[in-house]
């Protein structure tokens, strides 16, 4: 079996799987049933891995499946696949749902995603530890209202290969900053306001309503998420389901680990659907 091997430099999570394991641990999951989706950002744990903890950790740990859609594309491009057999993960080897992925990509088409990239991979550790038992459908969807219908196909999918799937949508919110060429609202603690207040705000009430078109809106004109598709996968395939509205976990800023309001800044929320 090909296996993929993690990409990302040391420091977005830890490699030691004790030392995951006791983070992961003090983590407390999400009272209530078990969410069929969730959404979690994928900056690096120091900075939103408890956010990012509260999303997974709230998903079905009953699922045969979990499909991780990440982002960083831009409306249009095509659907990517990890076409490997299995991801590597510091608890071991995640395996892929090959059956599950040729089924959708006959449906939607796509690409190998063979690109360097953050939104799914640093999830990958906390899925494996929450659902050990689970396959991984890695892949990677635009910003666009494809992505939602391509949740809805998720669904029919799964059903019809008798599969019990959890998804989880992965994207940070307003990256704010000289790093980020943004920043109408100066700096210091009047900006860290408007970015927790009004930016991140507006873009979490469209997911918090479940409006897909909103939801793009939002991430376009305010530039307040950078994996709106992956958003519009796991909120397609809970409305398929039938399920409730999202509802909000967490919420935070990379600001919030520092002592003072840095220069550069990004947003980061879950939400269990």
């Known amino acids: 079996m090909i296996v993929r091997e993690p990409c990302l430099p040391p420091g977005w999570y830890p490699r030691n799987p004790g030392k995951i394991s006791r983070f992961l641990t003090n983590c407390s999951g999400a009272a209530g049933e078990p969410a069929a989706a969730a ?63 040729t089924l959708l990509q006959g449906e939607i088409g796509g690409r190998e995603d063979r690109y360097r990239d953050n939104t799914v991979e640093v999830l990958l550790p906390m899925v494996h530890f929450f659902l050990p038992q689970a396959k991984l459908l890695w892949l990677r969807l635009p ?40 920043s109408p609202h100066g700096r210091g603690e009047k900006a860290l306001r408007w970015v927790r207040e009004l930016n991140d705000r507006a873009f979490i009430e469209a997911v918090e309503v479940g409006n897909p078109e909103k939801i793009l809106e939002r991430a376009e004109t305010d530039r307040s998420s950078c994996s709106a598709g992956a958003v519009l996968c796991a909120l397609g395939y809970a409305q398929a389901l039938g399920r409730p509205r999202p509802r909000l976990l967490a919420y935070g800023t990379s600001a919030d680990a520092e002592d003072e309001v840095p220069g550069s800044f990004v947003g980061y929320a879950a939400f269990s659907l």
């Open 39 to 101: 959404i979690a950002p994928h900056a690096g744990w120091f900075y939103s891995g408890r956010i990012a903890a509260a999303a997974v950790s709230a998903l079905n740990r009953d699922a045969d499946t979990v499909v991780v859609a990440g982002g960083h594309l831009p409306a249009g491009a095509p659907p990517l696949f990890a076409e490997e057999g299995g991801v590597r993960t510091p608890l071991g080897i995640m395996p892929i749902d090959t059956e599950l992925r």
């Open 143 to 182: 910003a666009d209202m494809d992505s939602l219908e391509t949740g809805k196909r998720i669904a029919g999918a799964a059903a019809s290969l008798g599969r019990k799937l959890a998804v989880l949508g992965s994207t940070d919110l307003t990256h704010y900053g000289d790093n980020y060429i943004f």
